[in-house]
């Protein structure tokens, strides 16, 4: 039974291994167990499986030999009652003296051929692995996968890695030591993977290359075997009875000896099966291993693997079950979004609804109706209020008019205006003059608020064309959008950048005195007037008889007499005061070539420098305002909006044409053969589904049986019960119902026979059966019986006691 339950359990995970192996090697996510044989190149790893099997079949010779993982899948077939088909069989492969009709080795790549001579499939080896790396001693990790059919072996599957080796030799390239490791730690890396680390016993176990690459990835050794070879070569007087008891380097699974042929036997042609009688009466006889005989040897070792790979495989099964489950579901959305062929004469529904698409998700950005907001940052229009509301807002309101203009500057311009006649009241020109200048400045940030505008709109552009997956597919239909759309924003930019200068122009070709939220003349010098008087000292206290003693002992004061006090022009003609001509110093000297002020303001200049730049002030911040408002508005109008209802037309007009579809719609190499290699995935993951449910309820039957430790009554059972549910779940036409009620009455009815040895039957209250849930599951899934009948078989085949005792 457990050797069913064996090939059972191997055979599906063989299946699942050549379905993956069928789309490529790096196209599988899913970690399958298997035994990954680590050893150095003179280990003896070759003959260890060449002893499992049976037959001479692997390439040997100097250096590296096996340059690619073999995936080596044992299946055990019974010899047949009579020999008529293999005796057809070994006809039809020729007159071969080594054809067996019982043996032969079935590669995946030459699928329906049959090698029944071993050397031929060693011939074989050779040549897919020359085909694949060369002659140069190189290596690749694509694997060869070789099926053998025997009835001399046990149920297994192992991957024959390449041996590990320091020095490159001959042609070997000069990193071949890192190549080998590399593909090695990519097999044994993987949790699913048990470690076969092959040893030769005649050397220092600390020093062995295959043990220490496994302690790399697997420290506790929870994972790892050790084989023994060349214990019959050991220093007289020496063993491994130590490393055996885990003495030495401790593996939980342990270690096992075994003797393999030497170089002498393999010259002289002896046969794998004298070499196993030889090794057999080397452990009967020897002192050190007699006693443990039983444990020792090549059999043994087939036997031990076979039982660790099922155990591991069953344990890893529901794992595999839901990752083959979560990879068909997102292969399934990639092979949707990356859709299929294109049909004749859709090139233009395709076009259109992609123009379509593009045109309504590009709306929905600009208004921030999509799905996808972002919880991190700013997107799409929101970026481009950010521009209006922070970006110019901000800008605008920095600027100040008199970080440029200076007071003296104003007062300049308050005398240039006046001409050749001083003013009496502060006109109206050199303020209008200074206040156009500054809203000049205003048409710089209006005119690159546009261009960060524009640069917003391109950035949306640049993330429709990532997301739609049209575009992926169609690269040139992408560069054609890419470039008629920025053409269309690069065309509304005129209208938008010249809109923008003529409110500038506007703003700056009528200064309007009148506006409500304008200060008047007469409000700012009552302003400045009260501010200056506000800073003057107050005056002296005068007493009235001194200053009426004064006034009466004075004259009228004369014009020639009073101090005379510094004037405008009088600055610019020189910065000294009070110089005594003499009687033949010239009155008048003539004006230089420029003429700067050189003295500082006087207290008219100042009043009148302090109002013009208080009405500048008032007025150039009412400009401000009307700028920050009316620029969005603005680029709103002609770009924003403007793109968003009038850029589908735009696309229409150049993409929509006969003439260019076929052009436009050429998929890209890479979306070709991704779809490929998506859709070679998803079948085979669909094939992988198939094979994992239908195997892993009757794995649990098995299992049930197995553990109840009643194996020899219950042969009858497990057959009728295998088949008849192999009947009910792979049966899925409606014609099969009679079948499926044929299967459950067989099952309700060997079930019900073995009622009392299941009632007597001492069971170990921790075995793992999960035969109540399966039966339910299938009973119910396939509603063959209605609810009593259900509840009936239940009690049939659980009985009250055993149920409470599984727990």
């Given amino acids: ?158 991957v024959d890695l390449p041996g590990l080796t320091k020095v490159p030799v001959g042609d070997q390239p000069k990193d071949i030591e890192r190549q080998i490791r590399d593909m090695l730690l990519k097999y044994i890396s993987r949790p699913a993977a048990i470690i076969l680390a092959v040893t030769a016993a005649n050397q ?44 030495i380097i401790p593996l939980r699974l342990g270690y096992v000896p075994v003797v393999n042929r030497g170089q002498r036997d393999i010259e002289t042609s002896k046969s794998i099966n004298a070499a196993l009688e030889h090794e057999r009466k080397f452990f009967e006889s020897h002192p050190s291993y007699q006693s443990k005989a039983q444990f020792c040897g090549t059999p043994f070792l087939a036997r031990k693997l076979n039982a660790i790979l099922m155990q591991h495989i069953r344990s890893t099964l529901p794992d595999i079950k839901q990752r083959i489950t979560s990879q068909l579901a997102k292969y399934n959305q990639e092979l949707t979004s990356l859709g299929g062929p294109m049909g004749e004469g859709s090139a233009g529904n395709v076009v259109l609804s992609i123009i379509t698409e593009f045109t309504s998700e590009f709306r929905t950005v600009i208004d921030g109706n999509t799905n996808d907001l972002s919880l991190n940052e700013l997107s799409g229009g929101a970026r481009i209020s950010y521009v209006f509301h922070e970006l110019f807002n901000n800008g605008v309101k920095s600027i100040d008019p008199f970080d440029q203009v200076k007071d003296g500057d104003i007062r300049t311009i308050l005398y240039n205006s006046s001409g050749s006649t001083p003013s009496l009241f502060v006109g109206t020109t050199a303020f209008e003059v200074i206040v156009k200048q500054q809203i000049k400045r205003l048409e710089d940030p209006s005119l690159k608020c546009c261009q960060l505008v524009y640069d917003e709109l391109i950035r949306i552009l640049g993330q429709l064309l990532a997301k739609i997956q049209a575009f992926r597919r169609y690269p040139a239909l992408r560069e054609r959008f890419n470039a008629v759309v920025i ?38 010098m009552a302003i400045i007037t009260d501010r200056l008087n506000a800073n003057k000292p107050p005056p002296p206290a005068v007493d009235p008889k001194a200053a009426k003693l004064a006034v009466n002992n004075n004259k009228d004061l004369d014009v020639d007499s009073k101090k005379e006090e510094p004037s405008f022009f009088g600055s610019f003609f020189s910065g000294k005061k009070n110089v005594k001509r003499g009687p033949n110093t010239p009155s008048m000297e003539s004006p230089p070539a420029i003429i700067r002020p050189q003295a ?54 150049e993409l929509y044409k006969p003439e260019v579809l076929d052009d436009l719609l050429k998929e890209s190499e890479h979306v070709v053969s991704r779809r490929k290699e998506v859709r070679s995935m998803v079948d085979a993951l669909n094939k992988a589904e198939e094979y994992v449910p239908n195997s892993l309820y009757s794995f649990r039957i098995l299992i049930a049986i197995c553990s109840l430790g009643l194996l020899p009554a219950f042969n009858l059972f497990a057959d009728a019960l295998l088949s008849g549910f192999k009947l009910v779940i792979r049966k899925e036409d409606k014609d099969t119902l009679s079948d499926n009620n044929t299967a459950l009455r067989l099952v309700t009815t060997t079930a019900g026979n073995l009622h009392p040895i299941w009632e007597n039957a001492d069971i170990d209250a921790s075995a793992e059966v999960e035969a109540e849930d399966i039966i339910e599951s299938v009973l119910e899934c396939q509603n063959l019986l209605i609810q009593e009948p259900v509840q009936r078989t239940r009690s049939m085949f659980l009985p009250r006691e055993l149920a409470g005792t599984l727990g």
């Fill in 487 to 524: 053409n269309f924003f690069k065309t509304a930019m005129t209208p938008t950048t010249k809109l923008v200068s003529d409110m500038v122009s506007m703003q700056a070709c009528y200064v309007n005195t009148t506006h409500p939220d304008f200060l008047s003349g007469h409000k700012a």
């Fill in 600 to 653: 500082a303001l006087n207290e008219r200049e100042t009043m009148e420098t302090d109002v013009i730049k208080l009405l500048i002030h008032s007025y150039f911040n009412i400009v401000k305002r009307e700028m920050i408002d009316m620029v969005p508005k603005a680029i709103s109008l002609t770009l924003v909006n403007h793109s968003k209802e009038n850029l589908q037309r735009e696309l229409l007009q």
């Fill in 1 to 158: 039974m457990a050797t069913r339950l064996g090939s059972e359990i191997v055979a599906t995970i063989n299946k699942l291994q050549d379905v993956f192996a069928a789309v490529g090697t790096n196209a599988s996510t899913i970690d399958l167990p298997q035994i990954c044989v680590l050893g150095s190149q003179s280990s003896g790893k070759s003959s260890v499986l060449e002893n499992i099997v049976g037959r001479d079949f692997l390439p040997r010779g100097a250096g590296i030999v096996t340059r690619r993982p073999l995936v080596l899948q044992l299946i055990n077939r019974p010899a047949p009652a009579t020999k008529a088909n293999g005796a057809a069989a070994a006809a039809a492969e020729g007159d071969d003296k080594q054809a067996n009709e019982n043996e032969w080795g079935e590669f995946l790549h030459l699928p329906g051929e049959k090698f029944y001579d071993f050397n031929k499939i060693r011939a074989e080896i050779i040549r897919d692995t020359e085909a694949k790396t060369g002659r140069n001693a190189g290596i690749s990790p694509q694997p060869i996968n070789l099926r053998i059919y025997s009835p001399n072996v046990v149920t297994l599957t192992l």
């Fill in 204 to 247: 220092d176990l600390a020093n062995s290359d295959g043990l220490k690459m496994a302690r790399d990835v697997d420290p506790e050794g929870l994972r790892t075997i050790g084989v023994l070879t060349k214990v019959d070569l050991m220093d007289q007087g020496t063993d491994v009875v130590d490393i055996l008891a885990g003495r």
